[in-house]
């Protein structure tokens, strides 16, 4: 029997200036279990970030503010910490590293301090220890002479070895949960698949669990066990991934897939995209966020918010036709696309 | 580093002789024949002639400056006529005055202002931050004579808590000598103070939503070592060089501040030598503040690579892979 780690339920996060109030995440909810691998996916803006930020209760507050929901991570309810017991837990048992490398680490402090820093905030062992540890973690995510390297400045790295030691840090204390935005995104191609296996190695090494952030499906099927699909700060899709790359049920995560670059992909042919653009957050949607954009919607669409539905074990959508016993057909809208294209 | 530093010493050299001609230049221009007004309106038309043989101003310009030049790089201020004194050591005599009051005035400046924009840039848009914001603006446009006279009318007239003038010598005791430094330390700490809280908010307000502080809140970093030393010393920067300008025109001597409270600083000795047509001390002065600004100016550059591991003086090594 899988141990759950982590348990948000119906998280929302809000943005508040002026008059206008932006809700970036609406209802989110998801269960990860330890040493498991969540993928959350979405096209930019649609509160990825925030939710992982969120996490560890780290959106900019004000303007930001959890207005809803709960976090529960193993027997604490997050929300509901002070803040001295949340600084316990920030980088100790749930870390977090972000997209760009090149300005997620201090241009003024060694990386060797910004490690130290970390491990001391939460173990209480000497600086020449902590100092040990320190080179033995640069040593672990492949830094070459760490002892040199340790007293070295960030500009003196490159972007793949700055987020080698972003994960150094992330890992000083073993956490039991790395939160990872994009963490390939900023990075060559190349580079992304070394710190991906690394990643995947050390997580077996640290027995941590992963939430993958990434708008890359490929990465998704590579690294994770369970996807998320957001959309507009609604999570439209989730279930594991071969539920989601076999058989998916949201037309919005259709369009993602199609998105993707495949190598059955005719090179001639310009890859398909979602026509449209994301709806503004700040105003009230009644009915599917998806719906202006959506190649199936009809009157409902507009008008009626779907439920999330569970379409086979474990596997949620909230489409309106996409129940036990409605199904939209997929091809359909293939050849929808094939016609307007010829 | 040592190259860049001697490298910076030897530029020094044209930068001080262009305000050794300009000053030249600029107290051969002062209308008024100096002669006349050292000797005051009594003196007969003899005299005059032979206190200016005396001075050299009979020359021609040339010659005199190179007289001056010559003297300068042997070291040689000149002597005051007024004071009867080398330059050099009326310079010395001041020189500490003005140190004091100065380092009191930084020290106001630095305890106040920069702590106050750190809070001002922290709570954006808060009360606080309207305060500071409002405060700080009037503090830099205010008028430091006004200013001076009325701290010197509320707390020395009405209130009698401070001497009005003058300053206390630490043979009178370290009570008196405070009391004479409060009102003076004020009114120059003003500007500065202001002018601190003012580019430490907005460098801060650049920095504070910066990936890195995110980072070091992740790692469970308290917030005030987030900000004092992830934020700070990264919005440093800026900070520091509007200090290495403040203490340079500090050091120079407050003409304003020291002319209100009779502060025996080098303001006050410029502005008498100007109004007695002391153009030797004038030179002298001019001079010295002249060389404070440029050594300051190259410890605040040297401060820069302290502060920022980008900066690299001494080779190119850049990046490694
Ligand atoms: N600091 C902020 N202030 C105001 N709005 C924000 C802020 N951060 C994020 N948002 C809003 O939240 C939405 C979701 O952002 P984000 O989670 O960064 O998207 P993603 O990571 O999926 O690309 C954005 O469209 C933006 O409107
Ligand atoms: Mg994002």
Redesign the interface.
Same mark, same amino acid.
């Given at each position: 029997m899988p141990e759950e780690l982590l348990r948000v339920e119906n998280l929302q996060v809000e943005f508040r200036s002026g008059l206008t109030t932006t809700k970036a995440v609406n209802g989110v909810s998801f269960t990860l279990n330890k040493k498991e691998n969540i993928g959350i996916v979405g096209e930019s803006g649609s509160g990825k970030s925030v939710t992982a930020?969120s996490l560890?209760r780290?959106i900019?507050e004000p303007p930001g503010i959890i207005s809803d929901g709960n976090i529960f991570f193993e027997e604490k309810d997050l929300l509901k910490l002070s803040k001295k017991e949340m600084?316990?837990?920030?980088? &100790?048992e749930i870390?977090?590293i972000?997209q760009?490398p090149s300005? @997620?680490? &201090?241009?003024?402090?060694t990386v060797g301090n910004?490690i130290i820093? @970390?491990i001391r905030?939460?173990e209480k062992i000497s600086k020449k220890e902590a100092k040990q540890k320190a080179i033995k973690m640069l040593e672990l995510v492949g830094i070459p002479s760490p002892e040199k390297r340790i007293n070295m400045?960030p500009?003196?790295?490159?972007g793949g070895?700055r987020q080698r030691v972003?994960i150094a840090?992330a890992l000083a204390c073993n956490p039991k949960l790395l939160i990872a935005d994009e963490p390939t995104t900023a990075l060559d191609v190349t580079v992304q698949a070394q710190i991906l296996d690394l990643m995947k190695n050390l997580q077996d090494e640290f027995n941590t669990a992963i939430i993958m952030i990434t708008h890359d499906l490929g990465v998704v099927w590579e690294t994770c066990d369970k996807v998320l699909v957001m959309y507009a700060g609604n999570v439209v899709e989730s279930g594991t991934v071969e539920q989601i790359h076999d058989n998916p049920m949201h037309p919005y995560t259709w369009g993602l897939l199609d998105s993707q670059i495949t190598e059955s992909v005719n090179n001639d042919e310009p890859l398909p995209t979602i026509p449209g653009s994301p709806p503004d957050l700040s105003q009230e949607v009644r009915g599917c966020p998806f719906a202006a954009r959506c190649p199936f919607a009809q009157d409902i669409c507009f008008s009626k918010k779907p439920e999330m539905v569970e379409t086979e074990d474990n596997h949620y959508v909230s489409c309106h036709f996409q129940t036990k016993d409605k199904r939209l057909d997929r091809k359909e809208q293939q050849n929808d696309r094939a016609i307007v294209k010829g | 580093m040592g190259k860049y530093i001697i490298k910076r010493i030897i530029n020094m050299i044209p930068t001080l002789l262009i305000v050794a001609i300009i000053v030249f230049l600029i107290t051969r221009m002062i209308p008024g024949d100096p002669a006349a007004v050292m000797l005051g309106p009594q003196a007969s038309v003899q005299e005059v002639e032979k206190l200016t043989e005396e001075l050299g101003l009979n020359k021609p310009l040339h010659i005199q400056f190179f007289d001056y030049i010559g003297n300068l790089l042997q070291g040689d201020f000149g002597n005051s006529l007024t004071y009867n004194q080398p330059i050099a050591d009326l310079i010395m005599d001041r020189f500490p005055n003005t140190v004091i009051l100065a380092i009191s005035a930084l020290i106001i400046a630095i305890m106040i202002g920069v702590p106050a924009g750190i809070i001002s840039a922290t709570r954006q848009n808060s009360i606080l931050d309207y305060t500071v914001t409002t405060i700080s603006l009037i503090g830099v446009s205010m008028p430091v004579f006004w200013l001076g006279v009325m701290l010197v009318l509320y707390f020395s007239v009405n209130l009698g808590w401070f001497p009005s003038t003058g300053m206390g010598s630490m043979d009178e005791g370290f009570f008196t000598f405070i009391r004479h430094l409060i009102l003076p330390s004020l009114t120059l700490a003003t500007i500065p103070m202001s002018q601190f809280a003012r580019i430490t908010r907005s460098s801060m307000l650049e920095v504070v939503s910066q990936d890195y502080v995110k980072t070091a809140r992740s790692k469970g970093v308290r917030e005030f070592i987030v900000i004092c030393k992830h934020a700070f010393k990264n919005a440093f920067t800026p900070l520091l060089t509007v200090m290495g300008l403040q203490i340079s025109s500090l050091l120079g001597g407050a003409v304003l501040t020291e002319t209100i409270f009779s502060w025996p600083g080098m303001g006050l000795l410029i502005i008498d030598a100007i109004e007695k047509r002391d153009f030797v001390v004038v030179q002298g002065t001019v001079l010295f503040i002249a060389l404070i600004f440029v050594v300051v100016n190259l410890v605040v550059d040297i401060l820069y690579k302290v502060v920022n591991p980008k900066i690299n003086y001494s080779s190119n090594k850049g990046g490694t892979s």
């Open positions: 930020t560890l780290l900019p600084r316990a837990i920030r980088g &100790n870390s977090m972000f760009d300005t @997620s680490l &201090n241009p003024v402090y910004q820093e @970390s905030t939460h400045y500009h003196e790295f490159s070895m972003m840090i | -």
